[in-house]
DNA sequence: GTCTATATTCAGATAGAC
DNA sequence: GTCTATCTGAATATAGAC
């Protein structure tokens, strides 16, 4: 399963160009010059534009998920679940802000596809996980009634959203780049405690 | 200004073909199918895909504006003003689920198009009233000291998000299409209460 | 204003030499 | 495996008849 260094090249340009520009937006040869080797190639390599984007598509999907289970699965207690995954997802995110727009394009555009990865990845139970927890945390009576998934959802959104949106909110509030970027520092700790605030019982 | 029969059909379906394929997706041929007419009238009245692209972005645009500013100046009390701004917007956009998307996208492919757009409009000033009502709150009593560009940018990720994740938030929560539509019809009052209970003060 | 036919450009893919 | 050269198809754009 090795795999050769102009294939790693190949990869890694392909990734750098599909997340900026999109599926159609990108170009083979875009690809080839930012690989640095002949264009030909990608096509030896690949075989076509579809498949090597599939290629890209994977991997950047497995990372995902698994930053997802990873965060989610670390802590025993509800509010330190929320707390570990807010700040490792948006830390994550920020490490690397286009993925989210790159996968949900992709959902977008072909949700037949994630079915088809669902079945081959190991099973994604960052969901579980949580409703459970959940549960739980409201048979104790820790906090108010609220369904998983909206909780789950709203936390998602506020990690997510920033990145994706990122022009419109600075389109909204003025803010500037260097703003920007304290006002994330401030969401890794401030996002779970606004959502521990909301649902917790006084 | 009026504008001719021909002239229009052309702007929506262009709209229509935009939005579910991006710009560079859209195609002048199927534009023109979807109005009925000749492919070679569309550049008679638009000169070029890229004009005609402007176009359509310009109306939605201003679409969105128009509501966020009439979504926050219709109440007096904060938590009004929340409460009226979820309704409203969500509202809003699962009638039209695919043009925060849009927005979006052409947002973040050409960042300087927005700068044009916000001389040519007038004034964007929802934000300003909300953080006018934040500050307010905030000495009032009523409400925990939270940043007003967080606290607004909270609310507008939970609002338009599920919109945009809609596939991955169905692959994530394994919601079916009928299962998601009442998750949204919930959220157009609930968001707003899971704010109002995270800011108010006991 | 609306059509048909055509020009132009360009990207993805292939063939074949080395 | 890597390159050069080329093919093929598609999409935007234009020219010109009506």
Redesign the pocket.
Known sequence: MGK???ENKIIQAATDEFIEMGLDG????AISDRAG?????I??YF????LLFSKVFEVLFGVLVGRLNAAMGEENHLFDKIRSFVSIYVDAIQRNPRIPKFIISELNRNPERMFKMMNEKKKFDATKVFKESVAQAVENGDIVEIDAHQLFTNMLSMCIFPFIGRPMIQFVTGMSNKEFESYIEVRKTEVAEFIIRSIQKK
């Open positions: 050769s260094e102009t990108a170009r083979m040869r080797i002949n264009k030909g190639l096509h030896y075989k076509s534009k579809e």
